[in-house]
């Protein structure tokens, strides 16, 4: 029997969500999992690692406007998607499984050549170019949200399904005291969490930098920078810098009180699977589709969030940040009812359903071929 193939990558959280759905595939049924993805980047070493095979192919980046400079990307594209044919072909699979960004879009632009079933998860409100491209041709396209089905064409409509994001399970049982162990911070410390990212933001770096006087009153602050060198505040007492967390992120994230972030579809989902509150700072600007903007208001209006930033009436500045964290910090009462909206968020499991409906469809369709 062939296998079930994903595919997905260039970032992180185009990955970690694809693989919290094999592992729940696996997990659930006896299945051979096959990733395709980049040949080059962080792919291969995160998807190997997590103990799935992974066969890599050219990867190039897709373009809104082109132009003769993206002519080598296209090339990439084109050889993608033979290379994806080929192995999709040789491997008999029963099913692509996209998870997003532009890596996924020549094996899903291959899958449909073959006539393999293709489906495909969008994890912001809106949907990206990539998924844009690969919804014209799935059989089934998941969302996180109800409101994103208004993002597509009428004609898609009864292709959709409400899935929530596939997180990692170990996000919805860590154990709180396992984080402070290994933050090496005592049972009765407040712990404030600042997320910068895997390749680190330089906002909210900077913030901390300015406002660290006052975030250290309430809390013992531990800031993941995202920078292995370079970051010139040290350790001190109630701030523990750390470039990166990997294995251990779900206990530090359960040790958290109050976390502050970015509002990438990762980071939120896995804050919501915790039941953490938030104070989104979302990249805005003319580097990015709006998508963080998007995700953080969704967030504030159920009572989850806090969020700063122009979009929502209050600069990201420093004097806004400790403002809003002291307030925080002296409303218990409201930091739980954020966090309860947090965690009726995350209640919805998406690695768990997508698996059971990958599995249920590759069972009737066994069924169907054995009726014949």
Same mark, same amino acid.
């Given at each position: 029997m062939g296998p079930i193939a994903f595919t997905g990558g260039g970032t992180g959280g185009?990955?970690?969500?694809g693989l919290a759905v094999a592992s729940s595939v696996q997990k659930q049924g006896n299945c051979r999992i096959l990733w395709i993805g980049a040949n080059r980047g962080m792919d291969r070493a995160v998807v190997e690692q997590a103990g799935f095979e992974f066969i890599g192919i050219p990867a190039g980046k897709l373009r809104r406007q082109f132009s003769l400079r993206h002519g080598s990307e296209a090339l990439k594209v084109g050889a993608g998607f033979f290379a994806a044919r080929r192995i999709l072909k040789k491997e008999q699979a029963l099913l692509l499984f996209s998870k997003g960004g532009f890596v996924s879009v020549p094996p899903?632009?291959?899958a449909a050549s073959l006539g393999v079933p293709l489906w495909t998860h969008e994890s912001d409100l809106s949907p990206g170019l990539a998924t844009k491209i690969n919804?014209?041709?799935?059989?089934?396209?998941?969302?996180?949200?109800?409101?994103?089905?208004?993002?597509?064409?009428a004609s898609y409509q009864d292709r959709i399904s409400l899935s929530g994001n596939p997180v990692r399970?170990?996000?919805?049982?860590?154990?709180p005291q396992s984080g402070r162990a290994f933050l090496q911070v005592g049972p009765e410390e407040r712990i404030l969490l600042v997320l910068g990212g895997s390749q680190g933001s330089q906002q909210i770096n900077r913030l901390v930098r300015e406002t660290l006087g006052e975030l250290t009153r309430w809390y013992t602050v531990v800031h993941q920078t995202g920078l292995p060198q370079?970051?010139?505040?040290?350790p001190r007492d109630r701030y523990r810098p750390y470039p990166f967390f990997r294995e251990e992120m779900p206990q530090v994230l359960a040790a958290a009180e109050l976390?502050?972030?970015?509002s990438g579809a990762g980071t939120l989902w896995e804050c919501a699977a915790s039941g953490r509150p938030m104070v989104l700072i979302p990249l805005s600007g003319s580097g990015t589709r709006g998508d963080q903007v998007e995700n953080a208001r969704l967030? @504030?209006?159920? $009572?989850? *969030? @806090?969020?700063? $930033?122009? *979009?929502?009436?209050?600069?990201?500045?420093a004097a806004s940040l400790s403002r809003m964290i002291a307030e925080l910090a002296l409303d218990p009462e409201r930091q739980q009812r954020m966090a309860e909206a947090s965690a009726r968020i995350g209640e919805r499991d998406g690695a768990r359903i997508i698996a059971q409906a990958i599995l249920q469809y590759l069972e009737?369709?066994?069924r169907e071929l054995c009726s014949r």
């Open positions: 185009h990955i970690y969500p899903c632009l291959a919804a014209r041709f799935a059989r089934k396209i998941f969302t996180a949200y109800e409101e994103s089905a208004a993002f597509f064409p399970p170990a996000f919805r049982s860590a154990d370079g970051w010139d505040l040290p976390v502050i972030g970015r967030f @504030v209006q159920a $009572g989850a *969030a @806090v969020a700063l $930033g122009k *979009a929502f009436g209050i600069e990201a500045e009737a369709t066994k």
